[in-house]
């Protein structure tokens, strides 16, 4: 199956039913022979989300990360769990539930979600139990059409990130992407973004963090970095896991204001940037959308709302932001 198929069935595959407390959520990703998506180490993944290197065009040689809920015979799987709780398995080639996986970034298992419309963003940590069954509360709150991410190292494998689609019913809220801009504040904060993002290539982008006016030199640790970037295309939520330059305390890294990363998007659109930074004993999240390619073309709004049946059951407490 080329890439052009695999993107093409993007709404065909696997449908599943998702635990009773999410009432009905319907789960519609496409699966990946593993013969198909195998890559030897001239041809692997960049980093968490991975892209390959793009053509004469721009376009990504492969799939970058994400797109697909089964591949190099990992699938993931959504498991029952009480109200309020996310649970999911990974399942290996011989379809067993995976129980050992690497430790990246100073987790062994990094659950990103976001509704279809960008919104939303979370990014927290499961546990997992003897059996292989990963469990969070619900990062996904309210109503809506989302996509979760896994991003792990299954033990001696390369990393992964498979998606599964997750509708929660009840009365859904489209929210327009917001407009391209290179500053934004959260929680008092604000972040600046210099650098451009190019289809197909590598490209430096630089997130300056200040407070009331003032530079911020004093970021504390989260994960291993002083930051962490994850970037999804606007239609069908292509992600890419990229982490900065430096590590804390190797005495060269700065622990602000400015924190820089390699990135490469997959293609030409529009992108919703989310950057993690830790300060104050809490993690805060800065969002940015950007064009990368064409930037005179217009950025698409989200479609009108619209409502799905509410389920019989609640979907408990939405959960939090990090873990």
């Known amino acids: 199956m080329n890439t052009a198929t695999k993107l093409s069935g993007f709404a065909l595959g696997l449908v599943a039913v998702f635990g009773a407390a999410y009432g009905i959520g ?42 697909l809920v089964s591949e190099r015979g990992y699938t993931f799987q959504p498991a029952a769990a009480p109200a309020g709780q996310f649970a999911f398995r990974i399942t290996g080639p011989d379809g067993a539930p995976v129980t050992r996986f690497e ?56 990393p992964l990130t498979l998606g599964l689609d997750v509708t929660v019913p009840g009365e859904l809220t489209a929210r327009p992407l917001p407009a391209p ?32 006016g003032r530079p911020v030199t004093d970021l504390q640790p989260y994960l291993g970095a002083y930051g962490h970037l994850v970037a999804l295309r606007q239609g069908d939520l292509a992600y890419l896991h990229v982490h900065p330059e430096g590590t804390p305390g190797d005495g060269r890294t700065p622990a602000g204001p400015a924190i820089t990363f390699a990135a490469e998007v997959p293609s030409a659109g529009a992108y919703r940037l989310y950057l993690d930074f830790r300060h104050g004993d809490a993690v805060h999240t800065a969002e940015f959308t950007v064009l990368a390619g064409d930037r005179t073309a217009p950025v698409p709004t989200a479609p009108a709302p619209t409502t799905a049946p509410t389920p019989d059951a609640g979907h408990g407490s939405p959960g939090h932001g990090h873990s």
């Open 181 to 212: 801009a290179t500053s934004t504040t959260v929680d008092g904060y604000t972040v600046t973004l210099t650098g451009t993002p190019e289809p197909g290539r590598t490209s430096r982008l630089t997130l300056s963090v200040s407070r009331d």
């Open 103 to 158: 430790v990246a970034h100073d987790k062994r298992m990094h659950l990103i979600v976001a509704r279809r419309d960008l919104s939303g963003f979370r990014h927290v940590h499961p546990e997992m139990t003897g059996d292989g069954t990963w469990q969070v509360a619900s990062p996904l709150h309210g109503p809506g059409a989302w996509r979760a991410f896994a991003d792990f190292t299954p033990e001696g494998g390369d």
């Open 26 to 67: 319907t789960l519609v990703d496409p699966v990946a022979p593993a013969a198909d998506t195998r890559h030897d180490d001239s041809d692997s993944d960049h980093g968490a989300g991975g892209t390959g290197h793009g053509d004469e065009n721009g376009a990504s040689a492969h799939p970058p990360g994400g797109l």
